[in-house]
């Protein structure tokens, strides 16, 4: 291992800017999509024909195509188009700079989440602003951050195929909207529903792909991360990835 390795080992926690400082394990959150299955989901989403996918939703869909920002904000927090409108506490459209360089996207709102309406505010948020500095971004600050659905799903369950389905609209808007450089989706959940395929995330990660034309990295979640210590050298391998693509994308622009 060579100096700058190391060095990268270090801002990974494998030193100390990402050492877990306090006891966390036990209070965290679930974050069941990383072990459970959500693959049936993606894959449903996946496999689901054309028409199926769209059809009952189109005029929503177009209507959700044509908003601005604070018109697509304010839809998404009086939004009642899945069941977990009734169980929320606030919707959670996302949160950063409207123009961002650089989009990160969750799976869902968590209880925190859930309670202070802003995405990635409890455990996993802090190793996920760690990550950022990691690589000298912070939230805000040409980054945006967002998830696939934009409300909790009750005792943080796998989100359902419907809730996807009739949430995606919104984040298309957001990525159209922001016009990221990249995109780095965070987990096996938003990984799989954003390529729609089903491939675990040993496969996605690693590895370039496109989410509505924009370079796309995959890397595991951090509430993943924080049960997971040993994968956060491959994490760090994937924030490398990232950079490198940005600086190639920013090159080639
Ligand atoms: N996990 C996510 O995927 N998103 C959040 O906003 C919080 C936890």
Redesign the pocket.
């Given at each position: 291992m060579n100096a700058k390795t190391d060095l990268y080992l270090k801002e990974m926690g494998l030193g100390p800017r990402w050492r877990l400082r306090t006891p966390v394990l036990a209070a965290l959150e679930p974050?069941v999509s990383v072990n459970a299955e959500p693959q049936s989901d993606a894959a449903t989403i996946a496999q689901a024909a054309p028409e199926s996918r769209a059809a009952p939703a189109d005029n929503r869909r177009i209507a959700i195509q044509g908003m601005d920002w604070s018109t697509l904000c304010s839809d998404i927090r009086t939004c009642n188009a899945c069941p977990l409108s009734s169980t929320r506490t606030q919707a959670?459209p996302g949160v950063g700079a409207e123009r961002a360089d650089w989009l990160f996207v969750?799976?869902?709102?968590?209880a925190d989440?859930d309670a202070q309406g802003e995405?990635?505010v409890?455990q996993?948020?802090k190793l996920l602003d760690a990550m950022l500095a990691a690589i000298g971004l912070k939230r805000g600050d040409n980054v945006y951050i967002a998830?696939v659905l934009k409300c909790r799903p009750p005792g943080n369950r796998n989100p359902a195929a419907e809730e996807v389905m009739r949430c995606e609209p919104y984040l298309l808007r957001q990525v159209e909207l922001i016009q990221p450089k990249l995109i780095v989706a965070?987990?096996k959940f938003a990984a799989q529903t954003l390529l729609a395929q089903d491939a675990p995330i040993a496969k996605l990660r690693g590895s370039v792909h496109r989410y509505q034309g924009i370079p796309m990295v995959v890397t595991y979640?951090p509430?993943y991360l924080l049960r997971t210590l040993t994968d956060k050298a491959k994490a760090w391998q994937d924030l490398c990835l990232a950079v490198k693509t940005m600086r190639e994308v920013e090159q080639a622009g």
């Open positions: 974050e959670v969750g799976e869902a709102p968590g989440e995405p990635f409890g996993a948020g998830n965070l987990g979640h509430a």
